[in-house]
């Protein structure tokens, strides 16, 4: 069984970076051929794409309202990836959560990842 634990939420304020980091473990097969995207929700709001990384880092892909401010990234051999988050603002405060899957397409859709972490807060204040 696939687990997924994320680390490095807290509160920060306005302006301020964050790095997120999501561990995998459990999977019998290669860690590198699988996509790992990061989805936030915030109170009251549905689950929401943040960026996706392909397997082996061949690709990765961002929402609108984080591009140039998040870069996402991963060290197979460690089983890892994070999520490097810059001049946060107040509307990126959410629970972050990490996601692994198959799927090469539609990497901004929930529904195509099979594996979820519990989420992490990230809180930022103006």
């Known amino acids: 069984q696939v687990q997924l634990v994320e680390a490095g939420g807290g509160l920060v304020q306005a302006g301020d970076s964050l790095r997120l980091s999501c561990a995998s473990a459990?999977?019998?097969?290669?860690?590198?051929?699988?996509?790992m995207g990061w989805f936030r929700q915030a109170p009251g709001k549905d689950r929401e794409f943040v960026a996706s990384?392909?397997?082996?880092?061949?690709?990765?892909s961002y929402a609108d309202s984080v591009k140039g401010r998040f870069t996402i990234s991963r060290d197979d051999p460690r089983n890892m990836v994070y999520l490097q988050m810059d001049m946060l603002k107040p509307e990126d405060t959410a629970i972050y959560y990490c996601?692994?899957?198959?799927?090469?397409?539609?990497?901004?859709?929930?529904?195509?990842?099979?594996?979820w972490g519990q989420g992490t807060q990230v809180s930022v204040s103006s």
């Open positions: 990384i392909i397997g082996s880092g061949r690709g990765s």
């Open positions: 996601a692994e899957g198959t799927t090469v397409t539609n990497v901004d859709h929930a529904t195509a990842y099979d594996y």
């Open positions: 459990g999977r019998t097969s290669t860690f590198n051929r699988y996509t």
